[in-house]
């Protein structure tokens, strides 16, 4: 029988505490990826509730560690500016999302609810780089090679030397691109992939956390341009620790009703481009096909003027967007008249009615207010205040604005109608697509602004703008 002496069994235990891992547990919130050692209900770097989960973590104990030497540091006199390389993606609506196209090392993450068509804007991008003659690969952690490819046949995307990846484990798929190092991957998608150096779950903050990390640290060593596809939770936003759009370079959301043809495509985030530029797409039975007018989507196709519709000239990026505004004002017969917005903000329109009673005499405490942004594009800007209250003040007094009236202008608490950025190319816009009037705020008004076909009217309160209407 074999013994083992105390002074060995003293060495072994050393031995483990000093060089074998220790496991922990540890709950990670889903929202934000704080790291908490209890379980609670709350997360305290987040206050989002419930959303902290159980994941095993594994910590190296080794106490004896060789010195590390210096990074490389530079000046940035020394460093040499080049102009960044852009690779076009083939479709023109895509490459205006992405400031120019796609950049060598850059990584770019795609969200948006399912069906909206993140995978079919990749498959078709892929399989025309392809065609072109650029080494491209596709990877797909949800489905089969079989199926990718039965979907590109469909869609009229198919490229016979399009590389398909059906792979989920990151180390395989790591080894697959350093071996092949295409110009451009897609990750089809983040939650589906996992490293065997974690033993949560796929899908898991710490998977998502760790897999996205050394796919853009590879992508940064290599050149590689990386494509992720993201899901998202039921408040729209991407799943996973918020980390994960600090990571990556641009970041991109797909917007737009499964039930209608129209898919908008907005840059959250872009360190290459510009933020919030849009790209406008159709489905179609021959995959997404971009749209090159978008306004005309916006805009109503009834051939007769009606109350409660204004046109506005917003701005998405560098883009200049005519969208129509549709407001239904009834009386309401509850206590609590209802205030809807879809398109716009509800608690700037609750704002805007104060402001309409206030400074014009209009009230609308006893009616029931509902707002709609044609299209189902969604505004944020404060330049659309004017025409959300002249369509408001159109369909309470049941009188039509003209049908070539465009109008933009920001209202302030005090009644002021503020200027807006970008006026002169605004009314370029509207002046292309045949509008013959113009409400516009008093300082972005020039006697040097002509512009042909076009009669220009400066206002500088609301009341004014509404006396205006009311003799067209």
Same mark, same amino acid.
């Given at each position: 029988?074999?013994?083992?002496?105390?002074?060995?069994?003293?060495?072994?235990?050393?031995?483990?505490?000093?060089?074998?891992?220790?496991?922990?547990?540890?709950?990670?919130?889903?929202?934000?990826?704080?790291?908490?050692?209890?379980?609670?209900? $709350?997360? $305290?770097?987040?206050?989002?509730?419930?959303?902290?989960?159980?994941?095993?973590?594994?910590?190296?104990?080794?106490?004896?560690?060789?010195?590390?030497?210096?990074?490389?540091?530079?000046?940035?006199?020394?460093?040499?500016?080049?102009?960044?390389?852009?690779?076009?993606?083939?479709?023109?609506?895509?490459?205006?999302?992405?400031?120019?196209?796609?950049?060598?090392?850059?990584?770019?993450?795609?969200?948006?609810?399912?069906?909206?068509?993140?995978?079919?804007?990749?498959?078709?991008?892929?399989?025309?780089?392809?065609?072109?003659?650029?080494?491209?690969?596709?990877?797909?952690?949800?489905?089969?090679?079989?199926?990718?490819?039965?979907?590109?046949?469909?869609?009229?995307?198919?490229?016979?030397?399009?590389?398909?990846?059906?792979?989920?484990? !990151?180390?395989?798929?790591?080894?697959? !691109?350093?071996?092949?190092?295409?110009?451009?991957?897609?990750?089809?998608?983040?939650?589906?992939?996992?490293?065997?150096?974690?033993?949560?779950?796929?899908?898991?903050?710490?998977?998502?956390?760790?897999?996205?990390? $050394?796919?853009?640290?590879?992508?940064?060593?290599?050149?590689?341009?990386?494509?992720?596809?993201?899901?998202?939770?039921?408040?729209?936003?991407?799943?996973?620790?918020?980390?994960?759009?600090?990571?990556?370079?641009?970041?991109?959301?797909?917007?737009?009703?499964?039930?209608?043809?129209?898919?908008?495509?907005?840059?959250?985030?872009?360190?290459?481009?510009?933020?919030?530029?849009?790209?406008?797409?159709?489905?179609?039975?021959?995959?997404?096909?971009?749209?090159?007018?978008?306004?005309?989507?916006?805009?109503?196709?009834?051939?007769?003027?009606?109350?409660?519709?204004?046109? !506005?000239?917003?701005?998405?990026?560098?883009?200049?967007?005519?969208?129509?505004?549709?407001?239904?004002?009834?009386?309401?017969?509850?206590?609590?008249?209802?205030?809807?917005?879809?398109?716009?903000?509800?608690?700037?329109?609750?704002?805007?009615?104060?402001?309409?009673?206030?400074?014009?005499?209009?009230?609308?405490?006893?009616?029931?207010?509902?707002?709609?942004?044609?299209?189902?594009?969604?505004?944020?800007?404060?330049?659309?205040?004017?025409?959300? !209250?002249?369509?408001?003040?159109?369909?309470?007094?049941?009188?039509?604005?003209?049908?070539?009236?465009?109008?933009?202008?920001?209202?302030?608490?005090?009644?002021?109608?503020?200027?807006?950025?970008?006026? $002169?190319?605004?009314?370029?816009?509207?002046?292309?697509?045949?509008?013959?009037?113009?409400?516009?705020?008093?300082?972005?008004?020039?006697?040097?602004?002509?512009?042909?076909?076009?009669?220009?009217?400066?206002?500088?309160?609301?009341?004014?703008?509404?006396?205006?209407?009311?003799?067209?």
């Amino acid at each position: 029988m074999l013994t083992v002496g105390p002074k060995k069994i003293k060495i072994v235990l050393l031995f483990k505490r000093l060089f074998v891992a220790k496991i922990k547990i540890q709950y990670v919130c889903n929202s934000c990826g704080g790291i908490f050692p209890k379980w609670q209900g $709350q997360c $305290q770097a987040c206050n989002a509730w419930n959303t902290l989960e159980e994941s095993l973590e594994t910590q190296s104990q080794h106490r004896f560690q060789g010195i590390t030497k210096p990074a490389l540091q530079q000046k940035l006199s020394e460093i040499a500016i080049e102009d960044i390389e852009r690779i076009s993606s083939t479709i023109p609506e895509f490459d205006r999302v992405l400031g120019g196209g796609f950049v060598d090392a850059g990584v770019v993450l795609i969200g948006g609810d399912p069906g909206i068509g993140k995978s079919t804007l990749l498959l078709q991008t892929l399989a025309n780089l392809s065609l072109s003659g650029l080494s491209v690969i596709y990877v797909s952690g949800e489905e089969s090679a079989a199926q990718i490819a039965s979907r590109a046949q469909r869609i009229g995307s198919y490229a016979p030397d399009l590389s398909i990846l059906p792979e989920i484990q !990151l180390e395989k798929i790591l080894n697959t !691109l350093e071996n092949v190092r295409p110009k451009i991957a897609v990750i089809d998608s983040i939650q589906t992939l996992y490293s065997d150096s974690l033993s949560s779950a796929p899908g898991s903050v710490a998977q998502v956390r760790e897999c996205a990390s $050394q796919l853009t640290r590879f992508a940064k060593s290599s050149g590689v341009c990386l494509i992720l596809v993201g899901h998202v939770t039921k408040d729209g936003s991407i799943a996973g620790p918020r980390v994960l759009e600090h990571i990556v370079d641009t970041v991109l959301y797909f917007e737009g009703d499964t039930h209608s043809s129209f898919r908008l495509v907005r840059a959250i985030k872009n360190r290459f481009g510009a933020v919030n530029e849009l790209g406008v797409f159709a489905m179609t039975e021959t995959g997404l096909k971009g749209v090159s007018n978008p306004s005309a989507l916006f805009l109503s196709q009834s051939t007769e003027i009606v109350p409660g519709a204004c046109v !506005l000239v917003t701005q998405e990026g560098s883009r200049n967007i005519l969208v129509e505004i549709q407001a239904l004002v009834d009386t309401s017969h509850i206590p609590n008249p209802r205030r809807l917005a879809v398109g716009l903000e509800q608690n700037r329109l609750a704002m805007l009615l104060a402001v309409l009673h206030r400074h014009a005499g209009i009230a609308c405490f006893d009616q029931d207010v509902f707002l709609n942004a044609v299209g189902g594009v969604k505004i944020s800007e404060p330049a659309a205040d004017l025409a959300v !209250l002249m369509a408001i003040q159109s369909s309470l007094k049941n009188y039509a604005l003209p049908k070539d009236l465009v109008v933009f202008g920001e209202i302030g608490l005090a009644g002021e109608i503020r200027a807006c950025p970008r006026g $002169q190319e605004r009314l370029k816009e509207a002046a292309k697509l045949g509008f013959k009037k113009a409400i516009i705020p008093k300082a972005n008004f020039s006697k040097s602004i002509k512009i042909e076909g076009l009669e220009i009217f400066p206002v500088d309160r609301i009341e004014h703008a509404i006396n205006l209407v009311r003799n067209f």
